[in-house]
């Protein structure tokens, strides 16, 4: 299969389930609702290293938030269904709670499966914290030198996917770039897709494990380095010269299949070679995302 | 779609009536025959059904109108839990008595201990909403543990006395002595309000718990309060300092 003169490949995308939590944060101003998204969601590009995978989904309307202000929504996924609200404590409690102006919502309100955040974090309060039930919900108000922090008690647990994932194969590295940035343009912004990679792109992909170092779990992907084409089991067609990829988690398969079809779509372009996908032979995750497939329309 | 049930007075009430037996417990699954059987205590002493004082009719689909001048009647929505009660007018003492669930929207005014206690009970509402979109006599919240009473127009006074949390709401004039005896709970005044000596002035700021709150009321109740309630700050009293003092009166402020 070819789009637009772009080789793809007849590979798949291996993906994993994970546990997946939505933030709606608000702010007096969308800055300030914006710097806490990013500080929340910073240093969390892979379970590898910083033991959960996050990013801002969308900037919502005041219109669209529970308290008409305006907002972000954020998704913050882990491996483990315990380690999710671990993760959630830690983060509001660092990076929200400190943020001027801000409240924090939840944003899986159905989710069945609800996970304490305020009702451990209320605890900063010192006893002088307060709560307040509205429409059947419990929100804390911890007293802050600013005035008060306001988060809800609990937080919706769904299950998601997280891996999804395709890789560019450039001419150049400015080509990579410029295809990798096209197709962060087309996946962005969408509801149920968070890109937790810095601006949605990975250069350095990873496999299982090290050749040399028993303990560590991931090393580069030396397959795919150019720079070790001449020294390794190259995966790299001739003419590739650079390679990044796009890293995308989701609510659910079929949203990360429609934001693959897209950002594969625009990644199509000048100066690419060959699109392909990481996987493991299929043996470790539940989630395949056929390229083909997917650019022929097909769902996950 | 199904509104409910519905149950119009027929003729004006002989005596003051304790509807209080009406809505208490499970009743939003009821059909207007099983509600009709429910007892109307007229004058403290004889017992009438409720469908000889009222037509009902209707389907139960979580939801009950009442119609008529129900000034005289009395506890209606006592010991409430579930379902959404309407009241197409006026209503007399003690409505949403001690309800700990479900919603009470009166439409006209509301008498005396509106969301209140029993006499000798230690704690008034646990829980639901009751919004009075007219004025409430004294007493409204007493003792309410939680739940939250919205009073859109003025009280006589003494809101929320005895409050153990939850939150009174009062739209227009709060009236005199507010908040006595409160160990918690959130008195909001949007309009003017006497401040007890026995609350301390704390500061003026934004409470975004308010946000959420006036926003349900917009999307629940279409009862629309002005932006500048919304965007506005509050003056924040801490009280009642005779008692825990961990409540507070929080006073809209122009400034």
């Avoid at chain 1, 990679?197 to 795919?224: E, H, L, Y």
């Avoid at chain 1, 659910?252 to 990481?278: L, N, Y």
Wanted: proline share 5%; with cysteine.
């Amino acid at each position: 299969m070819k789009i637009r003169g772009v080789f793809i490949e007849d590979t798949f995308a291996e993906a994993f389930t994970m546990r997946v939590a939505r933030l709606i944060i608000t702010g007096r101003t969308a800055r300030w609702a914006r710097e806490a998204a990013v500080k929340l969601t910073g240093f969390a590009t892979s379970v590898i290293g910083c033991k959960l995978e996050a990013a801002i989904e969308r900037e919502l309307a005041g219109e669209e938030t529970p308290d008409g202000r305006p907002g972000f929504s954020v998704l913050l996924m882990t491996m483990s269904k315990d380690d999710l609200p671990k993760r959630l404590i830690e983060r509001v409690g660092q990076t929200v709670l400190t943020c001027p102006t801000t409240a924090c919502f939840d944003g899986l309100p159905d989710a069945p499966d609800r996970v304490g955040v305020g009702s451990a974090l209320r605890f900063f309060g010192d006893g002088f914290q307060a709560s307040k039930v509205i429409g059947g919900e419990r929100f804390w108000r911890i007293p802050v030198m600013e005035g008060e922090f306001l988060v809800q008690e609990k937080f919706g647990m769904v299950k998601g996917v997280g891996g999804g994932n395709f890789l560019m194969l450039a001419r150049s590295a400015d080509a990579a770039l410029e295809a990798a940035e096209a197709a962060v343009a087309a996946m962005s912004g969408r509801t149920g897709v968070i890109l937790p990679f810095p601006g949605g792109v990975v250069r350095s992909g990873s496999k299982v494990g090290s050749r040399r170092i028993k303990s560590m779990i991931a090393s580069t992907n030396d397959a795919f380095c150019p720079t070790l084409r001449a020294v390794t089991d190259t995966q790299l067609p001739e003419g590739v010269n650079s390679v990044l990829e796009i890293v995308l988690n989701g609510t659910d398969a079929d949203v990360i299949a429609g934001t693959m079809r897209d950002g594969i779509d625009a990644a199509c372009r000048e100066g690419i070679v060959a699109i392909t996908a990481g996987n493991y032979g299929g043996k470790l995750g539940p989630h395949h995302f056929h390229l083909r497939k997917i650019m022929a329309g097909a769902s996950a | 779609m199904s509104v409910g049930i519905t149950a119009r007075l027929r003729a004006p009430l002989p005596a003051r009536a304790d509807m209080g037996a009406i809505l208490a417990g499970s009743w939003a699954q009821l059909s207007p025959a099983d509600l009709a059987h429910r007892p109307v205590r007229l004058d403290g002493d004889r017992s009438v059904p409720f469908g000889d004082l009222f037509e009902i009719t209707g389907a139960p689909a979580g939801r009950i109108t009442v119609q008529g001048d129900l000034g005289r009647a009395d506890r209606l929505g006592a010991g409430l839990s579930e379902g959404a009660v309407v009241v197409d007018g006026n209503i007399g003492d003690d409505a949403g008595l001690a309800m700990s669930g479900g919603s009470i929207d009166v439409r006209g005014n509301a008498g005396a201990r509106a969301g209140g206690a029993e006499s000798d009970g230690r704690r008034g509402m646990t829980g639901g909403e009751l919004l009075v979109r007219g004025n409430a006599a004294a007493e409204p919240g007493t003792r309410m543990r939680r739940g939250l009473v919205v009073l859109a127009g003025d009280v006589a006074g003494h809101a929320g006395p005895g409050m153990i949390a939850g939150t009174v709401i009062v739209v227009g004039n709060a009236g005199p002595a507010p908040g006595r005896w409160s160990k918690r709970g959130s008195i909001v005044a949007l309009g003017p309000i006497e401040i007890p000596p026995t609350y301390r002035f704390a500061c003026t700021y934004q409470p975004d718990h308010l946000r959420l709150t006036f926003l349900r009321l917009r999307s629940r109740y279409g009862l629309m309060l002005d932006e500048r309630y919304l965007t506005g700050c509050y003056r924040r009293y801490s009280g009642d300092l005779a008692e825990l003092g961990r409540g507070e009166i929080l006073a809209w402020t122009a400034e």
